[in-house]
């Protein structure tokens, strides 16, 4: 039997199996490409040709599209990112007292005492301390994502580069090439610009202690991380499956929740050839006129999202 974890975000969908001891025997990186309900499908898709859905125990969702996955997959446990990324780091290590987490669009950083967070900070404005930022500066250097960190630590004299927003980071890197500098400095200066401008927002008035972990799609970059243990003076530790943390710590809250329910809602592997439409409408029961996603398959509504109040995604029972 295999505890599922899903993590839906705006960039990726990440999809894990953990066995009985919580090891991870399964996972899978997908690119959500502004179609979160496919992607899903195809994760799903990808699990149903190794494995059978009674082989499936429970299942927890997080991520920004947590509750549309979870009405199509038949979730056990919906958790927010911030405790789910908490969970699964505490999992491997019980002294992590720092988590540093930035991914595809947002980044976010976890502080925790005796195994509980005690805060936390997101930033979803500004892209320029994203892996998305990363990937488009990577594409116009015509350098390949998974070499800019060793770019950057062949920098001997890193370029400062102004790193709070994303359109004036994208112009001083354009300034700087043009001065003559080498892509090995600016790639190292925008690295330590990106850390610069985390920490001076998302981390700012944090105290960020050891031990810290650093998770997310863009802890893949060593040049980053680097940069994160000059600028904090201590030593930053990557876990294993730092890209899907996330989904990790989701599939092992689905297992407590396992142990107290003693049943799954879990809909089987077959919801994969399932002809899923997301429909928006209005709802204007209150003056807080929420857009409601309603997700059809055929003519029958499967499942609802967005509003406040749970008047339409209290209905559905997944």
Known sequence: ????????????????????????????????????????????????????SEQIASVGTTGSGRQMAAFLIGADIIKNEITAHAVAALEIDKDVSTILEIGGQDSKIILLKN???????????????????LD???ERLEIPI??????????KSPVRIAGRCAVFAESDMIHKQQLGYNEEDIIGGLCEAMVR??????????D???????????????????????ALGTEIYVPEHYDVMGAIGSAILAKEELMK???????????????FVPRSIECNGCGNNCEVIQIKDGEKTVGCFGDRCGKWSGKMVI
Not at 261 to 275: C, V
């Open 1 to 52: 039997m295999y505890y599922m974890g899903v993590d839906v975000g705006s960039v990726s969908t990440n999809i894990v199996l953990l066995d009985n001891t919580l090891k991870v025997i399964q996972k899978l990186y997908l690119r959500t490409k502004g179609k979160p309900i496919k992607a899903i499908q195809n994760g799903l898709k990808i699990l149903s040709e190794q494995y059978g």
């Open 115 to 133: 195994g509980i967070v005690t805060d936390f900070a997101m930033n979803t404005v500004c892209a320029a301390g994203t892996g998305s930022f």
């Open 136 to 138: 488009r500066q990577a």
């Open 146 to 155: 998974e070499n800019f960190g060793q770019y950057a630590l062949k920098s």
């Open 197 to 206: 401008n985390y920490l001076s927002n998302v981390g700012k008035g944090k």
């Open 208 to 230: 960020i202690r050891s031990k810290i972990f650093f998770q997310g799609g863009v802890a893949a970059n060593i040049g980053i991380k680097a940069a994160f243990e000059k």
């Open 261 to 275: 329910s003693g049943k799954s809602n879990f809909k089987g592997f077959e919801i994969a050839t399932s002809d």
